[in-house]
């Protein structure tokens, strides 16, 4: 039940985001950066949907913001990330297309821009993968102070 609320909780952020026009000083000087948090792991499962939270905390306006998740192949066939949808296009992530082989893990980005944005943020990433059985999602979160 948590899990649901949480993600009514999240679409409603994602369905604002977006949607608030982008002024001349949003476009100021933009600070990149790189966190990487032990424990932003997706385990990819056959039959099973794999889910990460990403919590950006407080984050400054005008920034560029970036999470480091390992995907890790637990099936027992190479699978390869093929691409994404978001609720919102302050959201994106980055990854290559090579085959992540059975047992291995491949590092990807999750970068958020804040410039047009303020207050709570919350969005949907939905991942494609070669393996129709392995769903994967990111749900991210952060705040713009």
Request: net charge negative; glycine share 8%; hydrophobic share 45%.
């Amino acid at each position: 039940m948590t899990r649901y609320v949480a993600l009514l909780a999240l679409v409603l952020f994602a369905m604002a985001c977006g949607q608030k026009q982008k002024q001349a000083a949003d476009y100021g000087v933009v600070e990149e950066l790189a966190t990487v948090d032990e424990g932003l792991v997706a385990e990819l499962v056959e039959g099973c949907t794999a889910e990460v939270m990403v919590d950006f905390g407080d984050v400054e306006p005008r920034s560029v913001v970036s999470k480091t998740i390992s995907v890790v192949n637990a099936t027992d066939e190479p699978i390869v990330l093929l691409d994404f949808e978001t609720t919102c296009r302050c959201t994106t992530l980055e990854f290559d297309h090579r085959p992540i082989g059975v047992g291995e893990s491949r590092d990807i980005t999750l970068t958020f821009d804040s410039r047009g944005e303020w207050g709570g943020i919350g969005n949907f990433l939905s991942v494609e993968t070669s393996n129709e059985e392995c769903a994967f999602v990111v749900w991210m979160s952060a705040y713009i102070e």
